[in-house]
C-alpha cells in the first residue's frame, strides 16, 4: 500500500487547512500521563524501525519505485471514493514521488533511554518548505506503530526490577533473572506487528521469548546477530494437545517417554494440570524421581490454570495439604535441593517450574514475596508473560501524543501550543523549539528556545532527507536500558 494512505482521513486535506505560506511544521513526540502506579518514566524503543520499515523501505518500495501516474492515479481514486470528489488534490503527491526522497529530519533521544513523562522522545520537522504538510500527517502512522513497543519495553522493565530485587534478596545466581520472565503473549496481541514490536521490547529487559519473529525483527532492524550473541531463546515444551492425545490413563507414561526418550537432555517443560496437577506433584514426579535426578538438564513442570499466587505458593486456607503447600514446596518435598548463603532454599538443578497463565506485575510481586516468606529463593519460578500483560494497554497507557509546538509562515516563526480550558491538564502542549538536556541523570524539557538553543542537548539528528544517520545496536540498546 502507498504509505502515504497509511493514515486517518481527516490528515488527507490538512495541507489546504494551515496558514497561507506555512512552510515549517516542527512537532514532537511525548509520553504525557501515567496510568500504572508507580511508572514515573517511559522507555523510548522503535522509532528506528519506524524510519527502516515506513519511511525509507516502504516509501521506496510502494511508492518512489512505482510508476508516477498510477501512484498519483491510486491516490486520487482512493480519495475521491473515501471524500467524495472535493480540492484535496494530487500535485503535492506528483511533488513528492518526484523528489524522491522523505524531506524529514528526526531528532530523538537514544532508544533505551528512560524518559520521564512530559518530556519528547523525539522531534521532527521537514527540511523543504512546499512539504510543510507531511510532518503531521505522519502523526497517525507514527501513534499507530510506535506507541506499543515503548508501553512493552516499560512494562517489562518493571518485571525486570521486581525480579532483580527479590533475586538479590533470595538467590544466589540473580543473573538467572534473564530467563525468568518469559514471553508468552504472541497469540493473544492485536496482529503479527503488535505481536512482533511488543516483545522485541520486552527481550530489552529478557532473552525468554516464545515470539519468533522479534528475533528476525531485532536482526532486521537493531543490528543484532543471533549467531553472535543471544538475542532470546527457548526451550523445548509440550502443550495440552500432547499431553491429551496420550489419555489420562498414559500421563505418567507421557512424561516418562518425553524425559528418557524424546528429550533425555537438556531442559523440556511439561504442561502438568491437564487434569490434575495434585496428582502430577505428588504421585508421578516421585515415581520418575530416579529418571530425573540423574538426567542431564532439568524438567520444568509448567501449571498454568487456576490463581498463579495459589498455586506456586501455596494457598493457607485451602481444604487440603497439597493446595497450601503449592508447587514450589511440593517440589522441595520429592527432590529437595541446597540452602544457599542468604539462607534460601534452592531446588536441584533437575527440577523447576514455570507458570505461563494471567500474570501480572501486581501477582509478580505476590509471588517473589510470598516465596520469600516461605524460605524459598524467587529464581525457582520462571513467570510467562503473556498478553494479559502486553496487550491490554492502549496509546493512552502512558498518554502518548505527537503535537506541533512551532511553525513558519511567511518566513516568521510562530510557537505554538494547546492548552484545553475543559482538560486536566493532561492534553496541554509544550511551546515552540525544544531542547532537552541530560542533568543528575534524568532528561529534562526546555521549550520557546532559539534555533541556537535547539541544536544543542541530547535530541540528536537519527534521519534527515531519506537517509539514516544513527544506526542502533540491540546489544547497546539493552546496555542503556540496565
Request: proline letters at 4%.
Amino acid at each position: 500500500m502507498n504509505p502515504l494512505l497509511l493514515t486517518d482521513g481527516y490528515k488527507a486535506d490538512h495541507r489546504r487547512q494551515y496558514p497561507e505560506g506555512t512552510s515549517l511544521v516542527y512537532s514532537n513526540w511525548t509520553p504525557r500521563k501515567s496510568r500504572m502506579d508507580g511508572i514515573e518514566e517511559i522507555i523510548f524503543f522503535g522509532l528506528q524501525y519506524f524510519i527502516k520499515k515506513y519511511i525509507i523501505q516502504d516509501f521506496d518500495t510502494f511508492f518512489f519505485k512505482q510508476p508516477k501516474e498510477e501512484v498519483v492515479a491510486a491516490y486520487a481514486r482512493r480519495i475521491n471514493c473515501y471524500l467524495g470528489e472535493n480540492q484535496v488534490g494530487t500535485a503535492h503527491i506528483a511533488a513528492l514521488h518526484d523528489l524522491g526522497y522523505i524531506p524529514m529530519v528526526f531528532k530523538a533521544l537514544p532508544e533505551g533511554a528512560k524518559v520521564p513523562l512530559r518530556v519528547p522522545m523525539f522531534t521532527m520537522y521537514n527540511t523543504r518548505p512546499e512539504f510543510f504538510w507531511l510532518t503531521n500527517y505522519f502523526e497517525t502512522l507514527l501513534s499507530a506503530v510506535i506507541w506499543l513497543p515503548c508501553t512493552s519495553a516499560t512494562i517489562a522493565l518493571q518485571y525486570r526490577k521486581i525480579l532483580d530485587r527479590y533475586a538479590v534478596e533470595t538467590a544466589s545466581a540473580p543473573g538467572f533473572v534473564d530467563w525468568q520472565a518469559h514471553d508468552f503473549s504472541m497469540r493473544g496481541m492485536a496482529g503479527i506487528e503488535a505481536a512482533t514490536t511488543s516483545a522485541a521490547g520486552h527481550l530489552l529487559s529478557f532473552t525468554g521469548t516464545d515470539t519468533i519473529p522479534a528475533i528476525d525483527f531485532l536482526e532486521t532492524y537493531y543490528n543484532a546477530d543471533a549467531e553472535r550473541e543471544l538475542i532470546g531463546g527457548s526451550v523445548a515444551a509440550t502443550e495440552h494437545s500432547v499431553m491429551c492425545m496420550g489419555t489420562t490413563e498414559g500421563e505418567l507414561a507421557t512424561f516418562r517417554r518425553l524425559i528418557t526418550a524424546v528429550y533425555p537432555k537438556g531442559i523440556v517443560s511439561i504442561v502438568s494440570d491437564t487434569w490434575d496437577l495434585w496428582k502430577v506433584l505428588t504421585d508421578y514426579l516421585p515415581r520418575l524421581k530416579k529418571e530425573i535426578t540423574e538426567r542431564d538438564g532439568k524438567v520444568v513442570i509448567r501449571p498454568d490454570s487456576g490463581d498463579p499466587v495459589a498455586i506456586i505458593c501455596g494457598d493457607p486456607e485451602a481444604a487440603t495439604a497439597v493446595e497450601r503447600k503449592g508447587v514450589i514446596e511440593l517440589l522441595w518435598d520429592v527432590f529437595g535441593g541446597s540452602i544457599n548463603e542468604k539462607g534460601y532454599k534452592e531446588l536441584i538443578p533437575q527440577i523447576g517450574a514455570i507458570y505461563g497463565d494471567s500474570i501480572t506485575l501486581e501477582r509478580a510481586e505476590q509471588i517473589c514475596a510470598r516465596l520469600k516468606t516461605k524460605g524459598f529463593a524467587s529464581t525457582n519460578i520462571v513467570l510467562g508473560i503473556g498478553s494479559f500483560t502486553y496487550q491490554y494497554n492502549t496509546r493512552d497507557t502512558f498518554g502518548f501524543a505527537m503535537k506541533a509546538t512551532y511553525g513558519e509562515v511567511n518566513g516568521e516563526g510562530r510557537a505554538i501550543y494547546k492548552d484545553p480550558i475543559t482538560d486536566d491538564g493532561t492534553k496541554k502542549s509544550a511551546k515552540g523549539l525544544m531542547n532537552i538536556s541530560l542533568k543528575e541523570g534524568s532528561y529534562t524539557l526546555t521549550d520557546q528556545v532559539s534555533w541556537e538553543e535547539e541544536q544543542k542537548g541530547a535530541l540528536k539528528e537519527v534521519f534527515r532527507d531519506g537517509k539514516l544517520l544513527i544506526d542502533q545496536s540491540l546489544s547497546e540498546i539493552r546496555s542503556r536500558l540496565r
